[in-house]
Nanobody
Framework: QLQLVESGGGLVQPGGSLRLSCTYS????????IGWFRQAPGKEREGVSC????????NYTNSVKGRFTMSGNHAEMTFYLQMNSLKPEDTGVYSC?????????????????WGRGTQVTVTS
C-alpha cells in the first residue's frame, strides 16, 4: 500500500528557509511524477512545483520561482522542496502527491495519491 509522508514544516521568520521532505513507501514509483501543493487558510489548494517521473522536467508556480527548488529521486524514495526567502504568503499546509507519468516530458495532469501534509508558517 502506497504511503506518502511529508516532514520538515515549521515556524520560520520572513526571509528564512525550510526544507520539506516527501518520503514514500509500499509501491515502486519509478514511472510516477511527484508534485508539491499547498493550501493556505481559507484558500484553495494550489500547485507549487512538480517533477516528471525521471526528473527530466520540473515546473514551479510563478510565485516561488527562484526561491523554491525541488530535488530528490525515486532511488531514495524521497523528494525535497527547498524553500528559501520565505514570505508570509507562503504559509500553508504543504502536501506531496504522486501519479503515473511515464513519458518524463511533463508532470502529471492530476494526482490520486496524497500525503497528509506538513504545516509551514512564515511570520515575524
Amino acid at each position: 500500500q502506497l504511503q506518502l509522508v511529508e516532514s520538515g514544516g515549521g515556524l520560520v521568520q520572513p526571509g528564512g528557509s525550510l526544507r520539506l521532505s516527501c518520503t514514500y513507501s509500499g509501491v515502486p514509483l519509478d514511472y510516477y511524477g511527484i508534485g508539491w501543493f499547498r493550501q493556505a487558510p481559507g484558500k484553495e489548494r494550489e500547485g507549487v512545483s512538480c517533477v516528471s517521473s525521471s526528473g527530466g522536467y520540473t515546473n514551479y508556480t510563478n510565485s516561488v520561482k527562484g526561491r523554491f527548488t525541488m530535488s530528490g529521486n525515486h532511488a531514495e524514495m524521497t523528494f525535497y522542496l527547498q524553500m528559501n526567502s520565505l514570505k508570509p504568503e507562503d504559509t500553508g499546509v504543504y502536501s506531496c502527491a504522486t501519479e503515473y507519468e511515464g513519458t518524463d516530458r511533463g508532470c502529471p495532469a492530476e494526482y490520486h495519491a496524497w500525503g497528509r501534509g506538513t504545516q509551514v508558517t512564515v511570520t515575524s
